[in-house]
C-alpha cells in the first residue's frame, strides 16, 4: 500500500474515527481494492466534515454557510484549516462528529500528501457536495414546519441527487480507473461514470421517498410538489 494511504486509516486513533462516523462505510472499506482506499476514505471524511457542518442545528445558517465557504477554500488550498467558531461547535454533540471536526487540520494535510490525480478527484467531489449542501441550506433557510419549502421543478431535483450523490457515483469511477486502471474495468470509462451517476442520483431518490415526513417536519420538500404540506399519500 502506498505511503499516502497510511495516515488516518492505517493508525488506530484514524481507524476509530473512521468507525465513529461511519460504521458501515468503516466495515466495508476493506472490501475495496488496496490502492482505492486511502483516497475513498478521505473523501468520506471530508464530506462527513461538511455534512456535521451543514446540519448543526441550531447554529445560524448564516455561521454554517461561512463555515463551509472556509471549508471550501481550505480544500483548495486558498486558507489554512479553518479554526471552527465555538457557537457551531457547540451545536455538533455527538462526540465522534466532534472528533472528526478537532482532525480536520490532519485531513487537510493527508490530502496534501495523495498523489495528484486522487487528490483532484477527492477535492472535486467534495466541492460539488459542498456545493449542494450550501445550496440546501440557503433553499431552506426560512422554512419551518409550518411553512415548509418544496423544490421548485424536476430539474432542481436532478441538480440536488447531482450534487449529494451523483458526483459521488462518478468519483468512486474515475478513482478506480485512475488507480486500478484495465483491472477496474475493461468498458468504457464514460459509459461507467454516467452509470455511477445515474446509480448515486437513484440512491438519493431513494432516500428521499424513504421518510418523506421527516423532511417535512423540518419544512424540506425535495419533490416538486405546487403545496409541500400537501403530501398526505406520501405521509400514510
Request: glycine share 8%; aromatic share 6%; net charge negative.
Amino acid at each position: 500500500m502506498r505511503t499516502a494511504c497510511l495516515p488516518i486509516v492505517r493508525e488506530s486513533s484514524g481507524k476509530q474515527l473512521l468507525k465513529g462516523v461511519s460504521r458501515s462505510f468503516y466495515l466495508t472499506l476493506r472490501m475495496l481494492p488496496a490502492p482505492m482506499r486511502g483516497s475513498a476514505s478521505l473523501a468520506y471524511l471530508l464530506a462527513r466534515t461538511s455534512d456535521t457542518l451543514a446540519d448543526a442545528s441550531g447554529a445560524p445558517v448564516e455561521a454554517r454557510l461561512l463555515c463551509l465557504d472556509w471549508f471550501g477554500r481550505s480544500l483548495s488550498g486558498e486558507e489554512e484549516p479553518p479554526r471552527w467558531p465555538i457557537p457551531v461547535l457547540n451545536k455538533i454533540h455527538d462526540p465522534a462528529e466532534r472528533l472528526l471536526m478537532e482532525a480536520t487540520g490532519d485531513l487537510l494535510q493527508w490530502l496534501e500528501r495523495l498523489p495528484s490525480g486522487e487528490a483532484a478527484l477527492v477535492k472535486e467531489v467534495v466541492e460539488i457536495i459542498i456545493s449542494g449542501q450550501r445550496l440546501d441550506l440557503e433553499r431552506f433557510a426560512e422554512a419551518d414546519a409550518d411553512h415548509p419549502v418544496a423544490l421548485a421543478d424536476d430539474a432542481e431535483l436532478e441538480d440536488y441527487a447531482w450534487r449529494v450523490a451523483g458526483c459521488v457515483g462518478a468519483f468512486w469511477t474515475k478513482l478506480g480507473f485512475l488507480t486500478l486502471g484495465n483491472r477496474f474495468s475493461d468498458e468504457n470509462e464514460a459509459l461507467l461514470t454516467a452509470r455511477g451517476i445515474a446509480y448515486g442520483k437513484g440512491l438519493q431518490l431513494v432516500n428521499i421517498l424513504r421518510d418523506p415526513r421527516a423532511d417535512i417536519e423540518a419544512g424540506r420538500c425535495y419533490l416538486p410538489v405546487a403545496d409541500p404540506r400537501d403530501t398526505r399519500i406520501l405521509l400514510e
